[in-house]
């Protein structure tokens, strides 16, 4: 297994690879009951969800997942068209979204992680700090160079380069963006009136790049660029990642522990509907990581073929049990108690043509 996480590793350094399992099955036998389950969607879940299908298939050798790592949207998509299992998305389906599908879904919270700000300032030996206000300004084109006075205000004593600043963004429908275009509609009034949230906005500035591994490649290539990528995709190719202010101004650092702090801080909300956003935790939550966000896997409520249904609920009891300690050991937050169990309830509620899954 350690042999298979360098393998991934390596796949996400060469930011070059769209799939997540050694499967040849195409994405139309996605229900033919022969032992493969195919999954699509977020490249943000991507690391810990190729480490969960080995783990998985170690334990069950009977049952193969392929997951193709084509972001949030494309796999929101693909499960409309009836080609998927599952779909994996950074953003839950809201109630319109809901109706849209060609049938009822069942929406799981399986993990959280930080979306994380990377940059390409070779001359900087600190991490870079950025508030609020000056991430949405570099991201609204208002902030243009590293001169700016709001990023020497953030970074007092600090050498910052003469150069124009390249902005770096999701080309795609992609729920990483979704969790970042939230909290900068939830910081800056400016960017909710001017661009507001989704999985794919107009950007005011920026060069896109497919997935996150495309984002990551746009920042390693070009010098004085900003980015935003989940955690594992800067650490693998050795790119910094920024402080964020929160709103109990502390500097902090993306990581599983800021992630934790910032669903803690929203559980109350969280028990009520495990759709709202965890971004901007109040200042009570002092060290939680302001950029968070749950990922989620959509599943049809019900289904034809019962043995690959079995097969896919077996699979995210198994992530939602087992594959938490996994997602910590990767730089995700593991869910709380309380999601866990909402999460075996809802997988109960799954069907195979019209009747209850043993």
Not at 178 to 191: D, G, H, K, Q, R
Request: hydrophobic content about 35%; proline content about 6%.
């Amino acid at each position: 297994m350690l042999r298979f996480h360098g393998y991934v590793l390596a796949v996400l350094a060469a930011t070059s690879l769209l799939v997540g399992c050694n499967s040849k099955k195409s994405g139309n036998e996605s229900s033919t009951g022969s032992g493969t389950i195919v999954a699509a969607g977020s490249t943000f879940v991507y690391p810990v969800m190729s480490r969960w299908i080995s783990d998985f298939h170690a334990q069950d050798a009977g049952v193969e997942v392929n997951y193709q790592s084509i972001g949030s949207g494309g796999g929101i998509q693909q499960l409309k068209k009836g080609l998927v299992g599952f779909a994996a998305s950074d953003m839950a389906l809201d109630d319109q979204q809901i109706k849209e599908m060609p049938q009822p879904v069942i929406q799981i919270a399986e993990s959280a992680g930080p979306v994380c700000i990377t940059y390409n300032l070779p001359e900087l030996k600190e991490p870079l700090k950025l508030s609020d206000s000056t991430l949405s300004g570099i991201f609204l084109g208002t902030i243009k160079t590293w001169q700016d006075p709001k990023i020497k205000k953030d970074n007092p004593g600090v050498t910052l380069p003469k150069t124009e600043i390249v902005v770096a963004h999701r080309s795609e429908g992609s729920g990483t963006t979704n969790i970042f275009t939230t909290y900068l509609s939830a910081v800056s009034p400016e960017w909710k009136s001017k661009v507001g949230q989704g999985l794919a906005v107009n950007w005011p500035v920026g060069i896109g790049g497919k997935g996150s591994e495309g984002v990551t490649g746009v920042v390693k290539q070009t010098p004085g660029s900003i980015g935003y990528v989940e955690l594992t995709y800067a650490t693998t190719n050795n790119l910094p990642v920024a402080l964020i202010k929160n709103k109990a101004d502390q500097w902090v650092k993306p990581s599983a522990e800021g992630t934790t702090a910032a669903i803690d801080a929203f559980k109350d909300q969280l028990a009520q509907d495990i759709r709202n956003p965890i971004v901007d935790p109040p200042a009570a939550a002092k060290e939680a990581y302001p950029i968070s966000g749950l990922t989620f896997l959509i599943i049809p409520a019900d289904g034809s073929d019962k043995q690959q249904r079995s097969d896919i609920k077996n699979f995210i009891t198994y992530v939602v049990n087992n594959g938490q300690a996994t997602a910590q050991s990767l730089n995700y937050a593991p869910i709380p108690d309380s999601l866990k169990q909402t999460d075996l309830k809802l997988l109960g509620q799954m069907k195979a043509d019209g009747q209850p899954l043993s």
